[in-house]
Nanobody, 115 residues
């Protein structure tokens, strides 16, 4: 099982990034997909969830209106479009596949928002 995130980097405040997470070796379309983030010295924070079919999405309050989670089950990929980024969005962003007690994690990608 593998989840590989990409798309992180350094961006100025107000900028945008799109993160991708490509899944392999499991039935991606059976799993809800979740983005988490963890800033240095802080606990991991839930960002957003998309259900297995992509029919429903959920966001943490601080991300609503700025972040969009989406998925392409044909490409085994989940995305996180992040707009109007703020310095407090700086963190390692990780994707997580969840179905009941079955869960898989990626290694994460660093997002740094700084001028």
């Amino acid at each position: 099982v593998q989840l590989v995130e990409s798309g992180g980097g350094l961006v100025q405040p107000g900028g945008s990034l799109r993160l991708s997470c490509v899944a392999s070796r499991f039935t991606f379309s059976n799993y809800d997909m979740i983005w988490w983030r963890q800033a240095t010295g802080k606990e991991r924070e839930w960002v957003a969830t998309i259900t297995d079919s992509g029919g429903s999405t959920y966001y943490a309050d601080s991300m609503k209106g700025r972040f969009t989670i989406s998925r392409d089950n044909a490409k085994n990929t989940v995305y996180l479009q992040m707009n109007n980024l703020k310095p407090e969005d700086t963190a390692v962003y990780s994707c997580n596949a969840a179905r009941g007690i079955s869960t898989y994690w990626g290694q994460g990608t660093q997002v740094t928002v700084s001028s």
